[in-house]
């Protein structure tokens, strides 16, 4: 038996190799993917200039994009505003409202909670339809632990529906620090259960970190299922389980693997939106605009050393 598996590996050859090599049994996209850049408010929050504001500091910092907090914009609306009046501001700012972030208990075990998570996103969805933008974070805010993954898998599905219904496509999102949904294998799972090529995912450098996930599985996943990217740096000197969202920092500012990320990002085909996501209340204390520039000039240099 030994001398028969011995000569079948002789026989096989070079072409055994691919058997222990993973990367080379990938065929690379024909097409590098492309980067634009995105100011997710979070990262002027403390600051709170309001909506309009954050628009215009996005837009004269040089961003390409915003992704803008749902509650923000449900505030707008309430001192009397309209979506279209927002959505000509946004038009006449020259940015796309690339996502929006937002917390439904769609993902929710319970049936009725479950239903008005569903019910708080389709309103949602409708009024980010009304200002121009197709995206929606779907965190599984509302959660609890175990997760049944094949039931949150359904759940997806049928948020996916409701998005083409709507126009606003949900991005499947988790968090590192959250028990129930805080790794990258969760997502995948809840992806392929939910069968649908619609499906896409939203990671981030804080939450692959935080969570233990580590940066490798990226390599795992269609350029096309990732059109948003959320990027900030973690630190050293704190242990992982200990950090917090306070304890992001500019892309490069700390120990990640930034540059190896993005090259795979880049690698893996398909466009991506870079989103600067912070909420370091340090940041929070300084001149909105300058932080924006400055989180913008970084994750241009990580690019640009990724290239």
Request: hydrophobic fraction near 40%.
């Amino acid at each position: 038996m030994e001398n028969n598996r011995r000569n079948v590996l002789k026989t096989l050859g070079l072409g055994s190799l691919a058997a222990i090599h993973p990367v080379s049994t990938f065929a690379a996209p024909k097409k590098k993917g492309k980067f634009t850049f995105c100011l997710n408010t979070s990262t002027i929050r403390g600051q709170d200039p309001g909506l309009a504001k954050y628009i215009e500091i996005a837009a004269e910092a040089g961003y390409d994009g915003i992704e803008i907090w749902i509650q923000d914009l449900k505030k707008y609306l309430a001192e009397g505003n309209s979506t279209a009046t927002l959505a000509s501001m946004i038009k006449d700012s020259g940015l796309k409202v690339e996502n929006a972030i937002g917390f439904a208990t769609w993902m929710a075990a319970d049936e009725e909670k479950s239903r008005q998570g569903f019910l708080q996103m389709e309103e949602e969805m409708n009024l980010l339809a009304a200002i121009g933008c197709h995206r929606v974070a779907a965190p599984g805010f509302g959660a609890e632990a175990p997760v049944d993954l094949v039931l949150a898998g359904n759940r997806f599905k049928d948020l996916l529906d409701l998005g083409r219904k709507t126009g606003v496509m949900p991005q499947l999102e988790f968090w590192g620090a959250f028990k129930p949904f805080y790794h990258l294998g969760q997502i995948l799972m809840v992806a392929a259960v939910a069968n649908d090529a619609d499906a896409r995912l939203l990671p981030d450098i804080y939450h692959l970190f935080r969570g233990g996930s580590g940066f490798d599985g990226l390599k795992l996943i269609n350029g096309n299922a990732i059109e948003i990217f959320h990027m900030n740096d973690f630190q050293g000197g704190i242990p992982r389980e200990e950090q917090e969202d306070k304890d992001r920092v500019y892309p490069g500012d700390g120990i990640g693997p930034l540059v190896q990320v993005v090259k795979d990002l880049r690698d893996m085909g398909g466009d991506k939106v870079l989103s600067l996501e912070l909420f370091n209340r340090e940041y929070w204390k300084e001149d909105p605009l300058h932080v924006a520039k400055t989180g913008l000039a970084k994750m241009k240099a990580i690019v640009k050393a990724a290239s």
